[in-house]
């Protein structure tokens, strides 16, 4: 049973930073590409950043230089620094686990609140 558990969110002043630690258990976790989602009030759930088993990284243009997403597979968890942060970046942020063979499993966490205040 894989689950997904999210930390890290808070209030925090524009221009600061945060760090969301997301911890996975009950899978192979290394060979997972993990993401982290993030949802606003009206508006659709949309890819920050993910990273593959391999390392690769990709990330939303609206968050390019300022976020970096990392993983530790020893410790089963994947982070998300935000840097520089930005009113419009608050949000529910989301962990999420694909499992990339053919028929493999996606799984998320229950998400973590991020606001950004002035």
């Known amino acids: 049973q894989v689950q997904l558990v999210e930390s890290g969110g808070g209030l925090v002043q524009a221009g600061g930073s945060l760090r969301l630690s997301c911890a996975s258990s009950g899978s192979i976790f290394s060979i997972n590409t993990m993401g982290w989602y993030r949802q606003a009030p009206g508006k659709q759930r949309e890819l920050v950043a993910a990273?593959?088993?391999?390392?690769?990284?990709n990330y939303a243009d609206s968050v390019k230089g300022r976020f970096s997403i990392s993983r530790d597979n020893a410790k089963r968890t994947v982070y998300l620094q935000m840097n520089s942060l930005k009113l419009e970046d608050t949000a529910v942020y989301y962990c999420?686990?694909?499992?990339?063979?053919?028929?493999?499993?996606?799984?998320w966490g229950k998400g973590t609140l991020v606001t950004v205040s002035s």
């Open positions: 990273i593959t088993a391999g390392g690769s990284t």
């Open positions: 999420n686990q694909r499992n990339p063979l053919r028929g493999g499993m996606e799984y």
